[in-house]
């Protein structure tokens, strides 16, 4: 916390200068908006002085209808196109920057590796996709305009007032200091609390969050009423803090109201003893009056808007933060081809400074097939996480065909390796897509994956054939035709390596019999690593590596481990009771 | 039942529901009833004072400026400082006043919600995305908090201020003040056909909106396939799409909600025009004085600077009104599992029965045929048959996550319908084949739900755990109950989160356990752990034990069959080794 607080001081001062330099690119339209602003704006401070004019010819009985009408139509005509023309831009400007900082923002996202991903935490990445860039954009559409035709009017009204009568415009001038001491005082108190208000909204959004994703499981133990008393809770701090916001605001705005109506006090008395006296006329007095209205509203806008950008700046911070990050080292350029000789040498990961895997090293021979067996928690998972690329070792190298892995080109590297990961993973596309997932995948590569994972028949059964769009979380699949996709969809890639994650969990032994014997037909030279529970389907494999607690305890064949591995023997055990029937079927 | 939210179906029926969950929400508003007069009066005290000052002022610059009287205009100078002094006050109490009844309504509106939210059956959340109910639940009533707490006040304000400026305006003098009105006329039909529109182009845009939100949580959560398959191209071309659409939406909501602006300024321009020809034209008919003009004019700005304040203010309330379709669409969903309230008994002696039972997917297509089968009290029963055959719905049914389309079900004897939900939960306990995790602890997470224990200590507990036997399994938790778990769940293992499910269930002690797939990522040595652990649940305990693995099962008394839609008994295990090949080799 203190870390990020003192970090957020030093770079507060570039962000400010950075949500600026985002505006660059944008020069053209905001030089246009600020035009059409200041046409717009320049253009309503003529209509008092066109009032007092008629008002004064008036009274000095020169009074020509005609001309004041004309006046009047034209110059609001010409503001009510200047301001449109203004709104226009300010939200294509706004939109564009908002879709280009979205757009540079996911792209970034996309080059990154899994464990950035893992580790920024998809929600809050999510957040900086929309809500934090939507602060940006309010930035843009709201503060740029605002600001430079507030500051404009300001300006323009005191020169005005001054140019009328400056001893009077000099006394109405005065409320500008006093209202903004009063705006920086309240908004200093207000920004604290923005930022709590900001963290509770987020704690909300994780009990909505968890109430969608956990739906089953609440709706199985009846837990609704726990989760709406976790909502409730948060949602009254939300309350009580809004109200708290609340009374800064209620407290600030009389008093504005007040110093700005103190300001047409003055002019009442003082330019009424002006009046009096004879230095100024009536209609200069009416015109006064008008500017003092004019006068008030852009101060309090330049006000509420130092709150917008002090917002867009926070959520800039964060958005620039995820932009700057390195990005994962590109990729390499090495092409050769896959055979599948791996070599793990004394790999280490650490997940939270606690190790996961400890100098792991072992050695796959192509063709060959592997199996990790280990209890659970063991770090099998992780294992073939790294030998994907997906987490990379905090010491140790992998080295493919003795080079090592972070030299090769991702594209051909990634297309050679079939990855089954142990949870069903499906995109919301059509069955095809899912399995497809690769643009080098053919149709005959397609139906040989199909058949290899025993899929046939479910997709004949399907109405729509391949065509049959998966939705989100796959929910009409069986556990296990959700693995068997996964299958399908990593041997489409016609890969040398096949990598299974715990592949026969949700398929029964038949099934997986099968499935093994296919994958065993049609793909001869596939290198094989298997994570497992079950010793039996594994038995005949090149080496087993046993695995525990992040370390290799022991490798070898089946016969070896039976025959040093105590630990591989308990395990052997444990299985025993049922062998019997699997030697049956 | 549809519960899918993108999918258009209004009628009658539903929008007098509408009605219904609007009143609920008033029916909150009329606690505040008090605190919304004082807020009221407060506001109606602030309304004529600023009305008032252009009055005084005007008077002052007739009868004593004009006079040249400085005596009298110091006087009425005092008696505007006494004004606004008051107004400070009471603008204190409106703002406050109104923008607490405003935050009320924000938290019952997201109480609403959230309550709707848990009412809701289980299918309610397979037909709609995750991004997309997030994005309605986060943005949608920050849309409608945004107007709630920024522009509900000053709307109000602006309606009171505009009404007294007009009957002022009005009672001055009456065909003076008519013809400045005139274009307000002109104004309120132009928003009242604009509206729709504008507010239509707001609901697209809030729907973009919540497209973005799904793709970005659907390519994030399962972005290891994404880096894995080398798709990152994938990510970009489905976001570069959504992204897009997100950006034209905006815009044509953006050109819409602005256009009130200009318009409003344009008229109300006209309007002071009007003040200005018309009012000097009745000068030199002399039925006006100059310091009527002056202060008249000052009116209009109050009528119509008020009126271009509500143009702003307009747009924020068309984008809220669309916010609130979506969540309304929400609110008015109907649970289609109530408790039905007879409970007609039938003396059974087995603890669960299924009559005739059948089950349909929303889109018609059947998964259980008329399914019949009993299970006992005390006996284990082991549920096994090839992927998709419908063995998780046949356990989703027991557990009534679903209804039956056709038949009924039976525990002890009583339609399961019949019971309430929290007496249903304490008999049945179901282990999901997918399991989900909340921010917290270990401990918290496995006493989720779980009153009997919530106040224990962790030493206290770790006596329970150590009677039923669960003490063993904590030991792959490098923290015990207190390691921790964040809210991507990551860091911990699938066989893990199974663990942590199964002790949770186990604590609960139901009369009918069921372990769907509940063991599938756990290794074989603990699993022989979990079997000892489930003998030393109480004798009475029914288990139902769905798995692929045979040696889970050797210790079923009864074995069920379950293949495309069918459940058939099987004699033994050996039998159901057969079954499942011949089942293999006809599908």
Redesign the interface.
């Known amino acids: 916390m203190e870390d990020t607080r003192n970090k957020q001081k030093t770079t507060s001062g570039k962000t400010k200068s950075g949500l600026l330099a985002l505006l660059k690119p944008y020069m053209s339209m905001i030089v246009l908006l600020v035009v059409f602003a200041l046409l717009g704006n320049g253009a309503n401070l003529i209509i008092p002085k066109i009032i007092s004019y008629g008002i004064d010819a008036y009274t000095d009985g020169q009074f020509v209808l005609k001309n004041v009408v004309v006046a009047f139509v034209l110059v609001s005509a010409g503001i009510f196109l200047f301001s449109y023309l203004q709104a226009i831009i300010q939200t294509y400007a706004s939109e564009r920057v908002a879709f280009d900082l979205r757009k540079k923002l996911s792209d970034k996202i996309s080059r990154q590796s899994f464990s950035f991903i893992r580790e920024s935490n998809p929600s809050k990445l999510l957040t900086n996709l929309t809500s934090d860039i939507d602060s940006v954009k309010m930035f843009v559409a709201q503060a740029v305009a605002s600001i430079i035709s507030s500051v404009f009017m300001i300006i323009g009204t005191c020169v005005l007032m001054l140019l009328i009568n400056w001893r009077l415009a000099l006394s109405v001038i005065l409320m500008i200091p006093v209202i903004g001491f009063a705006f920086y005082f309240v908004l200093r108190k207000v920004r604290v609390l923005f930022k709590k208000s900001r963290e509770i909204i987020d704690r909300l959004n994780q009990v909505i969050n968890e109430s969608i994703l956990g739906a089953a499981i609440i709706r199985v133990i009846n837990s609704q009423q726990l989760e709406y008393g976790k909502f409730l809770a948060t949602n009254t701090e939300a309350k009580k803090l809004g109200i708290s916001i609340l009374t800064l605001f209620a407290t600030l705005i009389p008093i504005i109201t007040f110093v700005a109506n103190l300001a047409t006090l003055t002019i009442l008395a003082l330019g009424g003893h002006f009046v009096i006296n004879g230095s100024l006329s009536l209609g200069d007095f009416a015109a006064f009056n008008s500017y003092v209205s004019m006068l008030v509203f852009p101060i309090i806008v330049i006000g509420f808007m130092s709150n917008t950008i002090a917002r867009a700046s926070a959520s800039y911070e964060r958005i620039d933060q995820v932009l700057k990050k390195p990005e994962t080292p590109g990729t390499g350029t090495d092409t050769t081809p896959l055979q599948g000789n791996i070599e793990v040498r004394n790999v280490t990961v650490l997940y939270d400074d606690k190790p996961v895997l400890k100098d792991v090293s072992f050695a796959v021979k192509a063709g060959s097939r592997t199996a990790i067996i280990g209890p659970t928690a063991a770090g099998k998972s992780q294992l073939l996480y790294l030998l994907t690329g997906l987490i990379k070792p905090d010491s140790g190298t992998i080295e493919f065909e003795g080079i090592y892995s972070q030299d090769f080109q991702k594209e051909s590297f990634h297309q050679q390796i079939g990855f089954v990961f142990q949870d069903s993973v499906l995109f919301n596309l059509s069955l095809r897509e899912n399995i497809a997932f690769s643009n080098t995948v053919t149709d005959e590569s397609l139906a040989k994956a199909i058949e290899t994972a025993e899929l046939k028949g479910f997709v004949q059964s399907l109405p729509q054939k391949l065509d049959t769009i998966v939705s989100e979380r796959g929910t009409s699949l069986s556990g296990g035709q959700k693995q068997r996709i996964m299958l399908a969809r990593a041997l489409a890639l016609n890969p040398k390596i096949l990598l299974l994650d715990d592949f026969t969990a949700r398929v029964d032994q038949q099934t997986e019999q099968k499935i093994l014997h296919n994958v065993l037909n049609n793909y001869p030279d596939l290198t094989l690593v298997s994570v497992t529970q079950k010793i039996a389907p594994v038995k005949n494999f090149d080496q087993i590596i046993m695995l525990m607690e992040g370390e290799v305890i022991e490798t070898g064949s089946h016969e070896t481990l039976l025959a040093t591995c105590p630990e591989y023997i308990q395990i052997y055990n444990s299985q025993q009771s049922t062998s019997h029937y699997e030697l049956q079927s | 039942m549809n519960y899918n939210l993108n999918f258009e179906t209004e009628n009658k029926a539903k929008k007098r529901s509408t009605f219904a969950s609007l009143k609920s929400l008033v029916v909150h508003l009329v606690e505040e009833k008090k605190m919304l007069w004082t807020a009221f009066s407060a506001m109606l005290i602030t309304a004529l004072l600023t009305l008032a000052?252009p009055i005084i002022?005007g008077h002052?610059?007739d009868t004593?400026?004009?006079a040249?009287?400085?005596d009298g205009?110091?006087l009425?100078?005092g008696i505007?400082?006494i004004m606004?002094?008051v107004?400070?006050?009471?603008?204190?109490l409106q703002?406050?006043l109104m923008?607490?009844v405003g935050?009320?309504i924000?938290?019952a509106l997201?109480?609403a919600v959230?309550?709707k939210?848990?009412?809701l059956?289980?299918d309610?959340?397979?037909q709609n995305?995750?991004g997309d109910?997030?994005?309605r639940?986060?943005?949608d009533t920050?849309n409608i908090n945004q107007f709630f707490?920024q522009s509900l006040m000053q709307f109000m304000r602006s309606i009171l201020i505009m009404i007294g400026a007009g009957i002022f305006l009005l009672s001055i003098h009456l065909p003076l003040g008519a013809a400045t009105l005139s274009p307000a006329i002109i104004i309120w039909i132009f928003t009242h056909f604009v509206s729709p529109w504008v507010k239509k182009r707001n609901a697209e845009s809030l729907k973009s909106?919540g497209n973005?939100?799904?793709e970005?949580?659907?390519s994030?959560?399962?972005?290891?396939?994404?880096?894995?398959?080398?798709?990152?191209?994938?990510?970009?071309k489905r976001?570069?799409e959504v992204?897009?659409y997100?950006?034209s939406t905006?815009?044509k909501a953006?050109?819409a909600n602005?256009?009130f602006?200009?318009?409003y300024?344009?008229l109300s321009?006209?309007g002071?025009?009007i003040v200005?020809?018309f009012g000097?034209?009745l000068?030199t008919q002399g039925s006006f004085t100059?310091g009527l003009?002056?202060s008249f004019?000052?009116y209009v700005?109050s009528f119509y600077?008020p009126l271009r304040q509500l143009a702003s203010l307009w747009a924020n309330f068309q984008l809220a009104l669309a916010a609130w379709d979506r969540i309304r669409k929400i609110l008015t969903l109907e649970n289609n599992m109530p408790v039905v309230a007879d409970r007609e008994s039938v003396t059974s002696s087995s603890l669960l029965a299924f009559k005739d039972v059948s089950f349909s997917?929303p889109n018609g297509t059947e998964v259980l045929h008329r399914i019949s089968f009993e299970l006992e009290r005390g006996k284990t029963y082991a549920f096994?048959?090839?992927?998709?055959?419908g063995?998780?719905t046949t356990a989703s049914l027991i557990?009534r996550?679903y209804d039956p389309s056709k038949g009924t079900i039976l525990l002890n004897g009583c339609d399961i319908q019949s019971y309430p939900?929290?007496e249903?939960?304490k008999k049945i306990?179901?282990i999901?084949?997918?399991?989900?995790l909340?921010?917290g602890t270990v401990r918290d997470n496995i006493l989720?739900?779980n009153e009997a224990y919530r106040e224990y200590s962790n030493k206290k507990l770790a006596q329970v755990f150590r009677d039923t036997g669960l003490e063993k399994l904590l030991e792959?938790?490098?923290r015990g109950l207190d390691t921790k778990v964040?809210?991507?769940g990551?860091?911990i293992?699938?066989?893990?989160k199974q663990?942590i499910?199964f002790m949770?269930i186990v604590l609960?002690q139901p009369d009918l356990l069921i372990l769907d797939?509940a063991t599938?990522?756990?290794?074989?040595?603990?699993?022989?752990l979990l079997d000892k652990i489930l003998q030393k649940l109480p004798a009475s305990t029914t288990k139902v034990i769905i798995a692929?693995?045979?040696?889970t099962i050797?210790n079923a008394d009864e074995i069920f069959f379950v293949n495309s839609g069918k459940v058939t008994r099987a004699g033994s295990?050996?039998d159901a080794?057969n079954m499942?090949?011949r089942g293999?080799m006809a599908?």
């Open positions: 000052g002022i002052t610059i004593y400026i004009r040249k009287q400085f205009v110091l009425f100078s505007l400082l606004y002094i107004a400070v006050g009471a603008g204190y703002t406050k923008g607490t935050q009320h924000l938290f997201r109480n959230f309550n939210l848990q009412e059956p289980y309610f959340f397979n995305k995750a109910l997030i994005s639940i986060n943005n920050e707490s909106t973005l939100s799904s970005v949580q659907e994030l959560s399962n972005f290891k396939v994404i880096v894995a398959f080398d798709r990152r191209d994938y990510f970009r976001f570069a992204n897009r997100n950006y905006s815009v953006g050109v602005n256009l602006m200009p318009v300024t344009f321009n006209m002071q025009l200005l020809a000097i034209y000068i100059i003009l002056i004019i000052a700005t600077n997917y096994v048959g090839p992927t998709g055959g063995k998780t557990a996550i939900h929290e249903r939960v306990g179901f999901l084949q997918e399991p989900f909340f921010s989720y739900g792959r938790f490098d964040d809210d991507t990551d860091g293992s699938l066989g893990q663990l499910a949770r609960r797939e599938a990522n756990i290794d074989t040595i603990t699993e022989k692929h693995r045979l040696n050797a295990l050996e080794v499942l090949m293999k599908s």
